[in-house]
């Protein structure tokens, strides 16, 4: 993975050429909603996995997702009023 590598990216946000996708914004999101939001219990239960299992690894509430397949990206199934960008890394630790 370099960092000339383009990823895509999903989003209701609207970014210009240059922006920089900030992490964390579905776990606000869940985390905001609470209890209620229908992943609440799903994600808690996937970050605690991945917390015995690969304690190294990023937690997902607080990362950005990006995809490598721009055709997989624009058929996901997500909010009718989401954008998908093309992105390249600024910064990762691996």
Same mark, same amino acid.
């Given at each position: 993975? *370099?960092?000339? =590598?383009?990823?895509?990216?999903? *989003? =209701? &946000?609207?970014? !210009?050429? &240059?922006?920089? $996708?900030? %992490? +964390?914004?579905? +776990?606000?999101? $869940?985390?905001? $909603?609470?209890? *209620?939001?229908?992943?609440? @219990? /799903?994600?808690?239960?996937?970050?605690? $996995?991945?917390?015995?299992?690969?304690?190294?690894?990023?937690?997902?509430?607080?990362? /950005?997702? /990006?995809?490598?397949? %721009? =055709? @997989? *990206?624009? +058929?996901?199934?997500?909010?009718?009023? !989401?954008?998908?960008? %093309?992105?390249?890394? %600024?910064?990762?630790?691996?």
């Amino acid at each position: 993975m *370099t960092s000339k =590598q383009l990823f895509y990216h999903r *989003t =209701q &946000g609207l970014y !210009e050429p &240059g922006d920089l $996708i900030s %992490a +964390g914004n579905w +776990g606000r999101l $869940i985390l905001g $909603i609470g209890p *209620t939001h229908n992943r609440f @219990y /799903a994600e808690r239960l996937l970050d605690r $996995i991945r917390l015995d299992e690969f304690p190294s690894a990023s937690s997902r509430p607080v990362c /950005a997702f /990006a995809f490598e397949d %721009a =055709q @997989y *990206t624009m +058929g996901w199934e997500g909010r009718p009023s !989401e954008y998908v960008y %093309a992105v390249r890394l %600024a910064d990762h630790p691996l």
